[in-house]
């Protein structure tokens, strides 16, 4: 049925005083906040890092041989280095961890541990998404980075004795290039 021309003029009477919503197509132009590159942290972002287990039982060592696991179990190795990393910063930190282990590497030592610290304990006030234990958390991760994992032969938490989750005891491999 086609629109009558006086119902046409009538719509339109109405309508005059209406506005349109359509939107203005213009840019606004945001300023993007400045990023600061923080170029003195030297960490290894890009790597293999692999999951490791605070109980043996849940760890398939390669390359060890059922006595030398059991005496590293049993935490029968000497100690013949340690690095305590208590108040230390994340970045200086990886810092030490990175010469500590191809130093004891060269000078022939097996065993070592580092000392991570166990964290803060969380406060009343503090907020529960800030993390505790970066150091715990982070040091076997960068201990399993290919560079250090090729020098060392197996690692755990020890027993509460030797610093237990706030510790990792280091079993290094041999250096081939000492023995003669």
């Known amino acids: 049925?086609?629109?009558?021309?006086?119902?046409?003029?009538?719509?339109?009477?109405?309508?005059?005083?209406?506005?349109?919503?359509?939107?203005?197509?213009?840019?606004?132009?945001?300023?993007?906040?400045?990023?600061?590159?923080?170029?003195?942290?030297?960490?290894a972002v890009i790597q293999e890092f692999s999951n490791y287990s605070k109980y043996l039982d849940d760890v398939k060592p390669e390359g060890i041989d059922k006595s030398t696991l059991k005496k590293f179990k049993r935490e029968d190795f000497k100690i013949e280095?340690?690095?305590?990393?208590?108040?230390?910063?994340?970045?200086?930190?990886?810092?030490?961890?990175?010469?500590?282990?191809?130093?004891?590497?060269?000078?022939?030592?097996?065993?070592?541990?580092?000392?991570?610290?166990?964290?803060?304990?969380?406060?009343?006030?503090?907020d529960i998404f800030t993390p505790k234990g970066i150091l715990k958390r982070q040091v076997p991760q960068w201990l399993n980075m290919s560079r250090l994992r090729a020098m060392i032969l197996i690692f755990k938490h020890p027993s509460e004795k030797l610093g237990g989750s706030g510790a990792l005891y280091i079993l290094l491999k041999r250096n081939k290039q000492l023995i003669k």
């Open 1 to 43: 049925m086609p629109i009558k021309e006086d119902d046409k003029n009538y719509w339109l009477d109405i309508v005059k005083d209406i506005k349109s919503n359509k939107p203005v197509n213009t840019v606004i132009e945001k300023k993007s906040p400045k990023i600061e590159i923080n170029t003195h942290r030297q960490f």
């Open 81 to 126: 280095a340690t690095l305590d990393l208590h108040g230390l910063k994340e970045d200086e930190a990886f810092v030490k961890v990175d010469n500590f282990i191809p130093q004891c590497y060269n000078q022939g030592k097996r065993c070592v541990v580092i000392i991570t610290g166990k964290g803060q304990t969380i406060r009343e006030n503090d």
